[in-house]
Nanobody, 112 residues
């Protein structure tokens, strides 16, 4: 059974940083491209970032490019999202995604 468990969300002031983690299990983690997707209140899902199987290629939405960094640890079956220079538009539930599977998400709230 595929399981994705996100953690690391919380409330942060504008300009602050958070690091999200996603623990993956139930599939051959190192064989799959991983992604982060977010959904703000009242809005549809937005793809945020992706990383290839080896971690050597990363991809970002224009809205987060230069502020967010995705990484993975295949030995630990973990994927991370380092988020810097956060602003109110980053407020959303953040989900780890592989294929058609999603975790339950972790909430990031950016507010003063």
């Amino acid at each position: 059974e595929v399981q994705l468990v996100e953690s690391g969300g919380g409330m942060v002031q504008p300009g602050g940083s958070l690091r999200l983690s996603c623990a993956a299990s139930g599939f051959s983690f190192s064989s799959y491209h991983m992604s982060w997707v977010r959904q703000a209140p009242g809005k549809g899902p937005e793809w945020v970032s992706g990383i290839n199987t080896g971690g050597g290629s990363t991809y970002y939405a224009d809205s987060v490019k230069g502020r967010f960094t995705i990484s993975r640890d295949n030995a630990k079956n973990m994927v991370y999202l380092q988020m810097n220079s956060l602003n109110s538009e980053d407020t959303a539930f953040y989900y780890c995604n592989v294929g058609g599977y999603w975790g339950k998400g972790t909430l990031v709230t950016v507010s003063s």
